[in-house]
């Protein structure tokens, strides 16, 4: 099963900006990006693909995040913009088969997370 280790993560001001990364032991995932805040169900961010790299977003990543992946390093990178502290969270990556995947239940693989803490 593929691993994933998540990192970037940290605490940065409102308006400020974060890059996640998500390291694969493998390739040809689906890797989403999903988020977790206190209390909060479990949110989907943006997915990717490694061959065909069109990107999925959520509707709280539209025109402020954006993910990306590099082949070479078999990773995939979240660059969030514009951060208020409602997107304070554990953030997560995860991996599938299924292309288009939107869905935790869609997930077969996951990271321990990275937190991401915003303050106004």
């Known amino acids: 099963q593929v691993r994933l280790v998540e990192s970037g993560g940290g605490s940065v001001q409102a308006g400020g900006s974060l890059t996640l990364s998500c390291a694969a032991s493998g390739s040809d995932y689906f890797i989403g990006w999903f988020r977790q805040a206190p209390g909060k169900e479990r949110e989907f961010v943006a997915a990717?693909?490694?061959?065909?790299?069109?990107?999925f977003y959520g509707e709280s990543a539209k025109d402020r995040f954006t993910i990306s992946r590099d082949n070479a390093k078999n990773a995939v990178d979240l660059q969030m913009n514009s951060l208020n502290p409602e997107d304070t969270a554990i953030y997560s990556c995860a991996a599938t088969r299924l292309w288009g995947a939107v869905k935790e239940a869609q997930y077969e693989a996951w990271g321990k997370g990275t937190q991401v803490t915003v303050s106004s």
């Open positions: 990717i693909g490694w061959g065909i790299g069109t990107p």
